[in-house]
């Protein structure tokens, strides 16, 4: 019997589902308590949301923003990483099933239980989308949208038909919430400085890059003048923008867009999804076994002190709760998740008396392009060069590990400073060949399921998952 099995026998044990940013917060607040702590999630790995689009716009590798999560615990002696996919959660018997990836069954037994599994896209009802729109949540999807993004550069060089090749140079993302901005600004950035001189046959500069919204501005939770601003500096990096606009209809070749003036066919290649969020699957079991109310998003309503109704056993953290109306970014998962776990320590000392979960408002930020971003944070609507400085320093600042820090740094200013190059752009001739396929949309959708940060899109997303 391991030495975690034999103090597992004479202490409470916390499972913590999902190592996101609301999961790993709460493991570490219970890095001195006397408690045997299992974090279990379907990747092995820690991913800060925040920078993923950099991995699809091939400025960072996916190293530096996915450490290792058993890494990350190493030095917590109470805590234990499992890399399993959770399907079902008792809670009558306080009792979690997983299945390893042999298949084998997994059954973890806890005294309190937390459950960060984040979210993923909502289509709105439209899941048929998922097949030609992907979205991005995971390491997969970033890796994925970066081979598609490359590939469509890789096949207008090599086409002879004007019409094709307008179709490969077309790329459109739907949603203009913060990681929509983030992604067009990227590939406007990729077509009009940084790919221009490495093709012959095409002037990547003519590119048409769309970015579509169906709400009347682009970042609809910021402040007006955040918005007007993000609105004029991507129209000029090229990016064409159109809000009160909805996609309605889609398949490999197109996007059909409905807006002010009727319905519109857009022939393009490469589309991105960029709206809509939707809870994990696991918030309608928790739902399910504690007869909680979800809202339209899936998300669980929990208690102020972040349990589940009839059982203060059972919390539910991050993009998959919903709690005093919080945004689903970062912020609030690291909130709660580190507030459960000193709940919890607070519960085996004696103490019931416990305030109800408050929120602290660091602000949001968003960045546009290079040296360009918008903020709004302590009091202050800040944009352009000084809120891109705000913005990097806060998202360096939250990494995990000072060499991730000083990779990311360096990467920064290797990819965006000195050679305006991409680093990370990678991809094999199996890789184009399957993004350029009709039946691409026929491919298994990568995204995570249950346990990860975000589990698949087709499923019934903000940028930062908990």
């Known amino acids: 019997m391991s030495e975690l099995e034999t103090r597992a026998a004479d202490r ?16 570490r607040a219970l890095e001195h308590a006397a408690v045997d702590v299992t ?15 950099q991995v699809a716009a091939g ?24 890399l399993a996919d959770v399907h079902t959660l008792d809670l009558e018997r306080r009792m979690v099933h997983a299945e390893g990836p042999d298949g084998r069954p997994v059954d973890l ?36 949208l970066r081979d598609r993004i490359l590939s469509a ?41 940084v790919l221009p001189r490495d093709y012959r046959s095409i002037d990547t500069r003519e590119a048409r890059i769309m970015l579509l919204e169906g709400a009347p501005s682009v970042l609809p939770p910021f402040a007006p003048k955040l918005q007007a601003y993000t609105h004029r500096r991507l129209e000029k990096m090229g990016v064409e923008i159109r809000t009160g606009a909805l996609a309605v209809g889609m398949d490999d070749r197109s996007v059909t867009v409905k807006g002010a003036d009727g319905e519109e066919t857009i022939r393009t290649r490469t589309r991105i999804w960029a709206a809509g969020v939707a809870a994990s699957p696991l918030a309608g079991l928790l739902a399910e076994g504690s007869g909680a109310e979800t809202d339209r998003a899936g998300r669980i309503v929990v208690n102020p002190d972040c349990s589940l109704p009839g059982h203060p056993e059972v919390f539910a953290v991050g ?59 302590f009091g202050m609507k800040v944009t352009g060069f000084l809120a891109y400085l705000m913005w990097g320093f806060i998202h360096v600042l939250y990494l995990i590990g000072w060499g991730n820090r000083l990779g990311t740094l360096y990467t920064w200013l290797r990819a965006l400073v000195f050679t305006k190059n991409r680093g990370h752009r990678i991809i094999t001739f199996e890789q184009a060949n399957e993004q350029t396929q009709d039946h691409v949309a026929e491919r298994r959708n990568p995204s995570a399921p249950a346990t990860a940060d975000a589990p698949p899109p087709g499923q019934p997303v903000r940028q930062e998952a908990g």
Do not use: C
Request: no cysteine; glycine share 10%; proline share 6%.
């Open 12 to 27: 409470p044990r916390v499972v913590v589902v999902g190592g996101g940013f609301g999961g790993l917060n709460a493991v």
């Open 39 to 53: 974090v279990v999630d379907r990747t092995n790995h820690h991913l800060f949301q925040p920078l993923l689009y």
């Open 59 to 82: 400025i960072l590798p996916p190293g530096l923003i996915a450490p290792a999560l058993r890494s990350v615990i190493k030095k917590q002696r109470n805590a234990r990483a499992l």
């Open 109 to 144: 037994p806890y005294d309190f239980l937390v459950v960060a599994a984040g979210a993923t896209h909502s289509y709105f009802g439209r899941d048929d989308f998922a097949q030609f729109a992907p979205g991005m949540k995971t390491i997969e999807d970033a890796r994925y």
């Open 153 to 193: 550069f890789e096949m207008a060089e090599l086409s002879t038909d004007p019409e094709e090749r307008a179709e490969w140079l077309t790329f459109v993302v739907i949603g203009a919430g913060p990681t929509g901005v983030e992604l067009v600004g990227q590939v406007a950035e990729l077509a009009h400085t």
């Open 319 to 377: 993009d998959m709760v919903s709690l005093n109306k919080l945004p689903g970014i970062a912020q609030p998962a690291m909130q709660e998740g580190k507030y459960v776990g000193k709940l919890i320590k607070s519960r085996l000392a004696g103490d019931e008396h416990i305030e109800p979960f408050k929120y602290f408002d660091k602000g949001s930020m968003a960045t546009i392009g290079y040296k360009s971003a918008v903020a709004d944070a």
